[in-house]
């Protein structure tokens, strides 16, 4: 019985405000004998390509709250977004050499991982980069989970209007960074912000009409006014806190605020309050939050869209590639701190 | 040149918190000449009844703050829903003996009051007392602004459905008590809560399903929990601060919050924060702040439902009336107390 050795991401510890790599996130050996014989409808997936994403600090928690999204189980490997390719089947659905999409919570932080059954419906064969030739890593990020939160935040909940000013927080993230050449596209005066003079002159090379570094900016609501002349229309919602109230401060009337995150808040042990929601009244806002999840009408629209745009040179996406699955505890704190640059994926494996 | 005496309810100063009568209001005499001859287009009335309201509290501001209404012009009488009845008139569309609305922030609050040709369309001739019989203060309440707010708020903003729960805080105020009520026209589990156990008592008549006094709870979030098993699915926003956040506590996945005042927070230097916003994403909630007078479509059908529904004695309606336009300063600053019980009015003279 000859063992293949299998490192997996596991959760080990509920952090209360930033998790520790080792502590909280453990990467541990295990083995898998790929020779074993297979159930029926079971398939063994080589994980290629993993996501980390600011959402996944929600599911360190202790599984009786309830959230969206359930609470990742302690000592089992975590689960996000993942592509993969089959190397052993007994599924006819999931063919020896297909590309498979782990979707998102659901796509095992494991190199190895035997697919039952029962959770066939969490994966789904996408074998589209071997003819679009784009790079795997997008699969998980401009074309996975991250590009359509961007598409449907926007779209659907945005109710953008050309000339309308939108502005984006963390724009040079995973989803903001789309977000804003998104709103390009619409013909919209599109400014964000985002936490180094690198990433700021990043968003002005994809289009940003305006952007600042907001750690160097003392008076956020000032801040906004110059960079916004017109004020904002509407808001994409990544930060919360009092990046929230200084847009608040700056909404036009009838203004809309796409809350898809709030991600200064995650690591706190006590958020921030937010002082100006009469202004909600006065201004006619309106603040919805949204889970991409809800909008499954819309993976299909987005698919085309985004993998057009991405072919045709017309939306560009930044990627920062970890190598190794040994990074995987490193890459999400980076993503949590900020200290990522683009969307922050994890190469695991070549095809 | 005979004069007839002539009160006026003047803005006198600019309040930092609750306004003081006498000193931020104040009734003043004054004198006109009703047989002075009247330039063509104009017509004089004499007021009837007027009505306080909360949002009143936001136009005593210096006038260089922008908001959704003009600041009170210091030294000016004040204004507001009025009913009045023309006495003289050179304008054809006003007859001698007409009841005429003045509309929501135009109504002058003035025993007698001289409107010219170009101030004609903030006035509008309502006659329709005479055949309903319904009493006269019932038309700057109930079937003026207030009631027109509770109409749009709950059916255009709260997206209420039949078996949902409804909460709605200051209930038994001027438009909270009506929201209920039509709530229960709807067929929704209607609760609420208000200021003292006599309230409480008497939105249990309307037919409020449940209520509470709030100033006898210790623990808003863990009482809401009690009274809305179920959660809540529509809160009617009327009050904000510490009270909001026991609410997005305790609100359902995909709940509507329709804001409509934050009397709570009126009338505090500093604003109270709300720590809990990252439940809007989670729980993929709405907040939606409006302003009645956007929604002019909606005035027909309020006012026909709403008439209808009084005659039928479908909906009950509360009024404190206070005596005379020397009490409109205590009037209002017992709304802003919550001192009042239903809808504060200020019967000014008899037809």
New interface residues.
């Given amino acids: 019985m000859p063992a293949t050795p299998n490192k997996q991401v596991i959760f080990a510890k509920i952090p209360t405000t930033y998790p520790v790599p080792g502590e909280h996130i453990k990467v541990e050996d295990s083995a898998i004998d790929l020779d074993a014989p297979l159930a029926e409808g079971s398939f063994i997936l080589k994980l290629l390509a993993l996501s980390v994403d600011p959402y996944m600090r929600?599911r360190m928690r202790d599984a009786s709250i309830e959230?969206?999204l359930p609470a990742f189980p302690l000592g089992k490997p975590m689960t996000g977004d993942t592509m993969n390719v089959v190397v052993k089947s007994n599924n006819p659905n999931f063919k020896e050499g297909d590309l498979v999409y782990g979707k998102t919570a659901c796509g095992i932080f494991s190199e190895y991982s035997v697919i039952t059954k029962e959770l066939e419906p969490y994966f789904e064969v996408r074998n589209d980069p071997k003819e679009t030739g784009l790079p795997i890593t997008n699969y998980v990020g401009v074309l996975g989970m991250p590009g359509m939160t961007a598409y449907v935040g926007l779209l659907k909940f945005g109710a953008p209007k050309k000339g309308e000013t939108l502005y984006v927080s963390a724009a040079s993230g995973a989803v903001g960074q789309l977000v804003g050449q998104i709103g390009k596209t619409l013909g919209m005066y599109v400014t964000g912000s985002a936490g180094s003079d690198e990433k700021v002159e990043y968003l002005k090379e994809i289009g940003f009409d305006a952007a600042f570094n907001y750690k160097k900016v003392d008076n956020l609501t000032e801040k906004l006014k110059e960079v916004c002349p017109k004020g904002i229309d509407v808001y994409f919602e990544n930060v919360?806190g009092q990046m929230?109230e200084a847009v608040i401060d700056n909404m036009n009337?009838f203004g809309r605020i796409v809350?898809?995150?709030?991600i200064s808040?995650?690591n706190r042990e006590?958020?921030?309050?937010?002082?100006?929601?009469?202004?909600?009244?006065?201004?006619?806002?309106?603040?919805?939050?949204?889970?991409v999840g809800?909008s499954v009408e819309m993976i299909e629209p987005f698919r085309k869209d985004m993998t057009q745009w991405l072919l045709e040179g017309k939306i560009k996406y930044r990627e920062t590639v970890a190598d190794g699955i040994d990074q995987t505890p490193y890459a999400l704190i980076d993503v949590l701190n900020g200290r990522n640059f683009g969307k922050q994926v994890v190469n695991v494996a070549n095809l």
């Fill in positions: 929600g959230s969206y919360g929230l009337k809350a898809c995150g709030m808040q995650y006590k958020p921030e309050g937010i002082h100006n929601l009469m202004q909600v009244v006065a201004k006619r806002l309106r603040i919805e939050g949204f889970i809800d």
